[in-house]
């Protein structure tokens, strides 16, 4: 048996997974996790990689490894190959004011047009930007940048400050399409707005100083250099890819196929030959992890709608699930418009909840059960229609996510969303598809690994149910 590990290095964990070539079948997983916070020294990552990895039994069987990981943070290196401050994460939103000062720069259009996506404070550029206004003397001494997962990647090959090689640091076109210096049609950075950012003259950053990773090809691969306990010398390495590219792989995305994922925040994302410029910022045209595109809109209220709904009811997500059954599409003109802690898209950053249709005959338990779950899925229906405006077909909506295997999540999905809705089983997508990855790292070939499906409810459209809530929406925003 042949064996490829795949690994999800996110906000919170890393989990490797262990897949058979030939089957996809998971033959064994690891877990650790990571510190909280939102910067976070790296160093905590390449140990949680490497207990990951001892949980999950080593690697000794092992042919290929690739690793997904959490989109957009800062890592930024000396000429010795020393991490220079703590790596800011895509949720530290402390660069907010330089998303706007570079759009004001820039603008939007421009943008738009050059990297597929408008900044905001989580991609890359920014906080680059708020590093040479904040920390000037940091940011002299930036030699390369990198994100999570190329200096992930870098390291076990057998890099580091003990071997400084920055020119072998690597990464994917999906995850370099998240830095806002990166342009995903050409396949190419734009080093003018590295420049812009860091306040140096283009022919500094390319010439005297700020090394890139090279963009590997979805099956293109590097072999670990120097061999350590955990990863031997010559195991194949592939390029690895951001978090929701990794997923899509995970699921076999094809074009045509849109994901809507319900975590802590939602995000919907589609599977498409088109690239998505969007100047309004709603729609972030980011590349995938095939050699297609991954045009992606992402809420900051999804599961935790919810948990907050449930615990109101002083019900079990069980119970809750029953009470949402009850009640009829469009829960009796009852709305909620669940941006409880603001909201992402659209951009409402302080924003509230709201709570309309409210009569004696509306305001009842199932009801409100029903309205969080239409709530909750008229926000992510409206970012489908929005990345759908940019040109992209889809056929069916793939819903995962905790939130998903809730059976009224899905039921009510194919009320609100105008497309077949299908539930994958559940399993680690981000691991999964690093595992696809490294496989076609190995053989040269994608593989095309079976994806059980838990429940595929009837299409049963009921536009009622968008049409209050954007009624509701655009009355108190």
């Known amino acids: 048996m042949t064996l490829v590990a795949g690994v999800d290095s996110s906000t919170q964990s890393c989990k490797v997974v262990i897949r058979d070539l030939e089957t996809g079948a998971v033959v064994r997983t690891g877990r650790a996790t990571h510190p909280e916070g939102t910067e976070v020294d790296p160093e905590h990552w390449w140990w949680a990689l490497l207990a990951a990895v001892d949980d999950a039994g080593g690697l ?21 190959g020393r991490v220079i401050r703590p790596a800011l994460l895509w949720n530290d939103t402390r660069s ?11 603008g939007a259009h421009e943008f738009a047009e050059r ?9 890359t550029l920014t906080k680059l930007r708020w590093l040479a206004d904040t920390e000037p003397q940091n940011a ?32 994917d076109r999906s995850d370099a399409s998240g830095t806002s210096y990166f342009n995903p049609v050409t396949n190419g950075y734009d080093r003018d707005l590295l420049a812009i950012a860091l306040r140096r003259s283009p022919a500094t950053t390319e010439n005297a100083g700020v090394l890139l990773p090279t963009v590997l090809d979805p099956a293109e691969s590097r072999a670990v250099v120097i061999g350590s306990p955990a990863f031997s010398e010559g195991l194949v390495v592939g390029a690895g890819a951001g978090d929701n590219a990794a997923a899509a792989l995970g699921l076999d995305a094809r074009d045509g196929d849109a994901v809507v994922s ?20 709603t729609v ?13 809109v992402a809420t900051l209220n999804a599961a935790r709608i919810l948990d907050s709904t449930s615990a ?39 924003a509230t909840a709201t709570l309309g249709g409210m009569t004696l005959a509306s305001t009842t338990r199932p009801n409100l059960a029903r309205a969080a779950i239409e709530g909750l899925l008229c926000g992510l229906a409206d970012g489908l229609e929005a990345i759908l405006a940019q040109g992209v077909a889809a056929r069916r909506v793939l819903l995962i996510g905790g939130a998903a295997q809730n059976p009224a999540v899905g039921a009510i999905a194919a009320q609100v969303f105008d497309l077949p809705v299908v539930v994958p089983q559940p399993a680690e997508y981000v691991a999964a598809g690093a595992a696809v990855q490294a496989a076609w790292a190995l053989t040269g070939a994608r593989p095309s690994w079976p994806i059980a499906m838990v429940s595929e409810p009837p299409g ?4 009622l149910i968008r049409e209050q809530y954007s009624a509701l929406a655009r009355s108190r925003y």
């Open 312 to 350: 109101l009811l002083g019900v079990d997500h069980a119970e809750f699930a029953r009470l949402a059954l009850e009640a009829t599409p469009g829960s009796d003109g009852l709305v909620l418009v669940p941006y409880f802690e603001g909201e992402r898209t659209p951009n409402l950053p302080q």
């Open 140 to 171: 002299a001494r930036v030699a390369a940048v990198a994100l999570p997962h190329d200096w992930l990647t870098w390291r076990l090959r057998g890099f580091g400050p003990q071997n400084p090689v920055l020119a072998e640091l690597v990464t």
């Open 284 to 296: 972030a045209g980011f590349a995938d992890a095939s050699g297609a595109f991954l045009p992606l």
């Open 60 to 80: 000794a069987d092992v042919s290929a490894l690739a690793i997904g990981g959490q989109q957009h943070g800062m890592v930024v290196l000396d000429a010795e």
């Open 460 to 463: 049963d459209y009921h536009p």
């Open 115 to 123: 990297t597929g996506s408008v900044p905001v404070a989580s991609f």
């Open 96 to 106: 907010a004011p330089a998303a706007a000062a570079l759009i004001g720069e820039v």
């Open 262 to 281: 319900i975590g802590t925040s939602g995000t919907v994302f589609a599977v498409t030959d088109t690239p998505a410029h969007d100047e309004t910022g």
